[in-house]
Nanobody, 126 residues
């Protein structure tokens, strides 16, 4: 199976910065797109940023120019650098990997889709 572990959340004042990390572990052969989503209280989960295995990023309009997503394929880790944070960025941030190929004892390899981390809280005070 695949485990995604996020870290780096916390409390920061408006205008400050945080860096989130998400590391995938397990018998992983290949990882496709990695991304960050967030969910604020009373709101639906929304996309923040995603990055393909080739390094192409996509951002929500609300974070363009302030957030930067990157990844280290060798470390199976994605990062989200968040600058110029605003109170409206307050949410639980979740790491997502849309497709992972893992070793399987019976078949050699199998695909696992839509993997989520446990979430990390980001709170931005005004």
């Amino acid at each position: 199976q695949v485990h995604l572990v996020e870290s780096g959340g916390g409390l920061v004042q408006a205008g400050g910065s945080l860096r989130l990390s998400c590391t995938a572990s397990g018998s992983i052969l290949n990882i496709n797109t990695m991304g960050w989503y967030r969910q604020a209280p009373g709101k639906q989960r929304e996309l923040v940023a995603i990055i393909t295995s080739g390094g192409s990023p996509t951002y929500a309009d609300s974070v363009k120019g302030r957030f930067t997503i990157s990844r280290d394929n060798a470390q199976k880790t994605a990062y989200l650098q968040m600058d110029s944070l605003k109170p409206e960025d307050t949410a639980v941030y979740y790491c997502n990997v849309d497709w992972v190929l893992v070793r399987d004892q019976a078949t050699g390899a199998k695909s696992i889709f839509d993997n989520w981390g446990q979430g990390t809280q980001v709170t931005v005070s005004s």
